[in-house]
């Protein structure tokens, strides 16, 4: 059996392939196809877009799967962050549709069937190198998020400890708040 393997491919040529990069990622020269979201994690996307819409609307642009170009380990890299948030300050004043051209603010991974903890963590070092200032690793399963910046270890949050964090005023959210809202969870009772 012969084995044939794919042409390694520039930024430009991603960007201009004539089958769309919609549902890709550019990873060390390939087109990597995004693994498709299930139940868990869209409800989970889609409760943090409504955290995150209610307080950064004002502040700056929130992305849904809204790929961003950035440097990993030397060559092009075009992740798709399940969810990015940018904010005014750093996004050019002309901006099409096009891939975000600046590293975001914030950029969130959840966690689906068959990825795990570690896949996610090694991402969210990258997106950190690559000049991100903070990444979210969200576990649907495991209903935590773990926050990593690039001057400390990262930090999960459970339950209703409080996610707050300097870079984001007046964000803050919990675990048990998100889960509740996405249906994944109960909410806590009334006493």
């Known amino acids: 059996?012969?084995?044939?393997?794919?042409?390694?491919?520039?930024?430009?040529?991603?960007?201009?392939?004539?089958?769309?990069?919609d549902r890709y990622e550019l990873i060390e020269g390939k087109r990597v196809a995004k693994m498709s979201p299930q139940r868990f994690h869209s409800k989970t996307q889609r409760a943090l877009l409504h955290f995150l819409e209610d307080w950064?609307?004002?502040r700056g642009e929130v992305g849904i799967e809204w790929s961003v170009i950035l440097t990993r380990r030397?060559?092009?890299?075009?992740?798709i962050p399940d969810l990015l948030f940018v904010s005014q300050d750093r996004l050019p004043e002309h901006l099409g549709d096009e891939p975000c051209p600046v590293p975001p603010d914030l950029a969130i991974e959840i966690i689906s069937p068959g990825q795990s903890?570690?896949?996610?963590?090694?991402?969210?070092?990258?997106?950190?190198t690559?000049?991100?200032?903070r990444v979210w690793?969200?576990?649907?399963?495991?209903?935590s998020i773990t926050v990593f910046t690039p001057d400390s270890m990262p930090r999960t949050y459970r339950g209703d400890r409080i996610l707050t964090d300097p870079a984001f005023p007046d964000l803050s959210l919990t675990a048990q708040a998100l889960f509740v809202q996405a249906g994944l969870a109960d909410p806590p009772p009334s006493i």
């Open 56 to 58: 950064g609307d004002s």
């Open 74 to 79: 030397g060559q092009d890299w075009v992740p």
């Open 137 to 143: 690793v969200v576990d649907p399963q495991v209903q």
């Open 1 to 21: 059996m012969v084995q044939t393997t794919s042409p390694l491919i520039t930024l430009d040529e991603f960007l201009a392939s004539p089958d769309g990069h």
């Open 130 to 133: 690559a000049g991100v200032l």
């Open 117 to 128: 903890f570690g896949g996610m963590a090694e991402k969210a070092t990258d997106y950190l």
